[in-house]
């Protein structure tokens, strides 16, 4: 790999601290491509300046740069030795579906339900990619009898959360849980008072920060990967264990709103 062999080039260069880092990308390709640089820097235990220094020596402005290069390389490598691509994207399905039950907090997922059920109205909030697995999720919840919209602009999410309260709940689904218009529009519903669960695969995100439950997925995409259908599974799974969660919690109340909901959708067709 090319970036092996600049490592290599410019090792007598390196810090301590910066030979630690290229050891361990050497020796966990992969699994960088998915960390943020705060992962990798608790991974490895070296600040994160560190790191930024790191990819500067080898002629890239910071680590996201550096990630792009990184996802490149291995997908060149991957797709000459990857035949049946079939496999490939079945297995990436099942282990998705693997990883993210295995991350599964259940306080933390009775704490959503519980904050699901006491909510005056449930918004999610999306946006790009994770919009759609919020708009696939308001359709779940409508049809379980929820009082539930799903936001997927950025400028109507800001809008919309200056008038929220502290009755009201927003499930908030980012992938990085870093992302800026989302970010906005949450901290302003946040210092309203409203309940908010971050759905994002990083426990230490900014968006897990303001949230008052999180629900960890891990639909890990590489940075070439925008808008993985593997990244959908994952959300999709934790709503679908969300509202599960609820129509089990609230059965007998949730059953009856289920039913005027599926009696209004069949006059509609009628």
Same mark, same amino acid.
């Given at each position: 790999m090319y970036l092996n062999e600049m490592m290599k080039a410019v090792h007598e260069h390196l810090t301590k601290s910066e030979k630690e880092i290229a050891c361990y990308i050497d020796k966990n390709i992969e699994n960088v491509m998915y960390f943020s640089i705060s992962d990798l820097s608790d991974e490895i235990g070296v600040g994160e300046s560190t790191i930024v220094r790191f990819c500067r020596k080898l002629g890239y402005r910071g680590f996201y740069e550096f990630k792009i290069?990184?996802?490149?390389?291995?997908?060149?490598?991957?797709?000459?030795?990857?035949?049946?691509?079939?496999?490939?994207?079945?297995?990436? #399905?099942? %282990?998705? @579906? &693997? *990883?993210?039950?295995?991350?599964?907090?259940?306080?933390? =997922? !009775?704490? /959503?339900?519980?904050?699901?059920?006491?909510?005056?109205?449930?918004?999610l909030y999306g946006i790009g990619s994770s919009g759609l697995a919020a708009l696939e999720g308001e359709g779940k919840f409508m049809r379980g009898g929820l009082k539930c919209k799903a936001v997927v602009d950025s400028h109507f999410q800001t809008i919309l959360s200056g008038t929220l309260t502290d009755e009201d709940v927003i499930i908030a689904?980012?992938?990085?849980?870093?992302?800026?218009?989302?970010?906005?529009?949450?901290?302003?519903?946040?210092?309203?008072?409203?309940?908010?669960?971050? #759905?994002? %695969?990083? @426990? &230490? *995100?900014?968006?897990?920060?303001?949230?008052?439950?999180? =629900? !960890?997925? /891990?639909?890990?995409?590489?940075?070439?990967?925008?808008?993985?259908?593997?990244?959908?599974?994952?959300?999709l799974y934790m709503l679908d264990l969300l509202y599960t969660g609820v129509m089990l919690k609230d059965q007998k109340n949730i059953v009856d709103k289920e039913r005027k909901a599926a009696e209004a959708i069949s006059r509609k067709i009628d």
């Open positions: 290069e990184l996802a490149k390389q291995f997908a060149s490598e991957t797709n000459n030795h990857s035949e049946n691509y079939i496999d490939l994207i079945e297995s990436n #399905m099942i %282990n998705i @579906l &693997k *990883s993210t039950k295995l991350i599964v907090n259940k306080d933390s =997922l !009775q704490q /959503a339900i519980d904050m699901v059920l006491n909510g005056k109205y449930i918004y689904i980012s992938l990085s849980g870093n992302t800026k218009d989302l970010l906005d529009a949450i901290d302003i519903a946040y210092k309203n008072g409203t309940k908010i669960i971050a #759905m994002t %695969n990083y @426990l &230490k *995100s900014k968006l897990a920060k303001f949230a008052h439950v999180t =629900l !960890q997925t /891990a639909g890990y995409e590489k940075p070439l990967d925008g808008g993985s259908f593997c990244a959908k599974v994952s959300q």
